[in-house]
T-cell receptor
Framework: GAVVSQHPSWVICKSGTSVKIECRSL??????MFWYRQFPKQSLMLMAT?????????EQGVEKDKFLINHASLTLSTLTVTSAHPEDSSFYIC??????????????FGPGTRLTVL | GESVGLHLPTLSVQEGDNSIINCAYS??????FIWYKQESGKGPQFIID?????DKRQGQRVTVLLNKTVKHLSLQIAATQPGDSAVYFC????????????FGSGTQLTVLP
């Protein structure tokens, strides 16, 4: 089956530093990936849509200068949290669309990255 | 539409009983619905999906029911097992959304021995 990985699985950083999270589709090429954020006991909230070779599309309320997304290849999208603050502490999850699945494209999710900002 | 989860509803069932998890979706234009299972500290895992031209779909031990009239979705798990303990989310999407998913608030299922 289609596998999506994320690295790192968890990260602890100091306030003010930047953190990069990688999302990889391991056995398929994904032109579209999504980034979600999930706070404890809450649902997944879509942050942005990442399209290979073009700029990401951010959801309302998500600061594009703070959450930098780069989708430079068909198997890798990165999310960089710049100048992280404690309120950015969350579980970040990516997903990738498996191409060729028709109008009902199936999304496969990564295992998530737990970010803790001290 | 947006889904904001301020709390997580809970459902406790005895092992071996059937579980029913409900979800109200928001967008009448949604044409594809998916149920996901999320275990603690992990990403969502696909369980079953249903298209808007159907009202019922069955998988192994799971059944999804769709009522478009009242915008309601349910997930039935037969003979619930301890390994079914997790948070369950419904998600909706529609063709014009670039297949972005909108997640429901989720339900914490706990299976009691």
């Amino acid at each position: 089956g289609a596998v999506v990985s994320q690295h790192p699985s968890w990260v602890i950083c100091k306030s003010g530093t930047s953190v990069k999270i990688e999302c990889r589709s391991l056995d398929f090429q994904a032109t579209t990936m999504f980034w979600y954020r999930q706070f404890p006991k809450q649902s997944l909230m879509l942050m942005a849509t990442s399209n290979e070779g073009s700029k990401a599309t951010y959801e309302q309320g998500v600061e594009k200068d703070k959450f930098l997304i780069n989708h430079a290849s068909l198997t890798l999208s990165t999310l960089t949290v710049t100048s992280a603050h404690p309120e950015d502490s969350s579980f970040y999850i990516c997903s990738a669309i498996l191409p060729g699945t028709g109008a009902y494209n199936e999304q496969f999710f990564g295992p998530g990255t737990r970010l803790t900002v001290l | 539409g947006e889904s904001v989860g301020l709390h997580l509803p809970t459902l406790s069932v005895q092992e071996g009983d059937n579980s029913i998890i409900n979800c109200a979706y928001s967008n009448s234009a949604s044409d594809y619905f998916i149920w996901y299972k999320q275990e603690s500290g992990k990403g969502p895992q696909f369980i079953i999906d249903i298209r808007s031209n159907m009202d019922k779909r069955q998988g192994q031990r799971v059944t999804v029911l769709l009522n478009k009239t009242v915008k309601h979705l349910s997930l039935q798990i037969a003979a619930t097992q301890p390994g079914d303990s997790a948070v369950y989310f419904c998600a909706e999407t529609f063709r014009g959304s670039a297949r972005q998913l909108t997640f429901g608030s989720g339900t914490q299922l706990t299976v009691l021995p």
